[in-house]
């Protein structure tokens, strides 16, 4: 998240500048006091037609968000907004995530790569939504940031997912092809080779920009014919690598 407050679909998404300013208050007023359910988080999403899919839903009420959140900050999990792990990273808004993952629809048995994994959170979820035959690979450049995010899925017992300490701006070619890629990071433009690694009928979506940013969401078709649809309104930190910002 950089230097903006954005608004989507009527819905305010503070940025990093204003983050430390809400955690402050938020522990001084409530110390460990859980601010809501997530359940109850869940519920809001649904009413404001951000989450829509059942199969969706179904992941985000088993995935609960404070279980890949700094422990000082596990309380506010179910706030809507993002929150600092370290080194830079956030982990993100359930808002965005919920609409990022509406966009790419996993589906079950399916084989999704997911670039910047940081708190293993959205790698939990599309763990979840690929299921025990499916298969999910997490690429993460900051190592500490790959521990903290490997450590709280490991809690979790998910079996179906490998982790990488890589560069996920060229993505896996050695385990491409993936019928969905989700990045969590922010490109200058769309990289040609995660196009090219998605399968037949695959989707991939990811920010692009710098300041004023946009989610864009890439269909493949049978050949090496692809749509794009895009969503502005977004600010995410920084792909790093030789098709990020570097």
């Known amino acids: 998240m950089k230097l903006k ?7 305010n998404f503070l940025s990093l500048p204003n983050l430390n300013a809400i955690i402050d208050l938020n522990i001084r007023n409530n110390k460990e006091k859980v601010i809501m359910s997530w359940q109850k988080l869940v519920e809001q999403l649904i009413i404001q037609g951000i989450l829509k ?3 969706i839903i179904r992941a985000f009420s ?7 959140m700094p422990k000082n900050l ?6 809507d907004h993002a929150f600092p792990i370290g080194f830079g990273q956030t982990i993100s808004q359930p808002t965005t995530v919920a609409f990022m993952l509406e966009l790419l629809q996993p589906e079950k048995n399916q084989k999704v790569l997911d670039i910047g994994s940081g708190s293993g959170w959205t790698t939990a979820l599309l763990a979840e939504l690929v299921g025990e035959k499916g298969k999910v690979y997490a690429l993460e450049i900051i ?8 450590d709280n899925v490991r809690k979790l017992n998910l079996t179906n997912v490998e982790f990488s300490l890589a560069n996920g701006s060229i993505g896996w070619i050695k385990k491409a092809p993936f019928d969905r890629i989700l990045c969590s990071a922010s490109a ?16 991939l979506v990811l920010p692009v920009g710098d300041m004023a940013q946009s989610l864009i969401l890439i269909k493949r078709a049978q050949n090496l014919h692809f749509t794009e649809t895009r969503y502005p309104g977004f600010v995410f930190v920084h792909l790093r690598g030789k098709h990020g910002f570097r």
Do not use: W
Not at 5 to 11: A, D, K, M, Q, R
Not at 74 to 79: D, G, I, Y
Not at 143 to 150: A, K, N, T, V
Not at 196 to 203: H, V, Y
């Open 5 to 11: 407050e954005v608004v989507l679909l009527g819905i």
């Open 188 to 203: 200058p433009k769309i990289p040609l080779t995660l196009k090219k690694q998605l399968t037949p009928f695959g989707r």
């Open 53 to 55: 899919s059942p199969h």
């Open 62 to 68: 088993r995935i609960d968000r404070a279980d890949f």
């Open 143 to 150: 190592p500490q940031i790959l521990e903290f995010g490997r």
């Open 74 to 79: 596990k309380h506010l999990a179910a706030t």
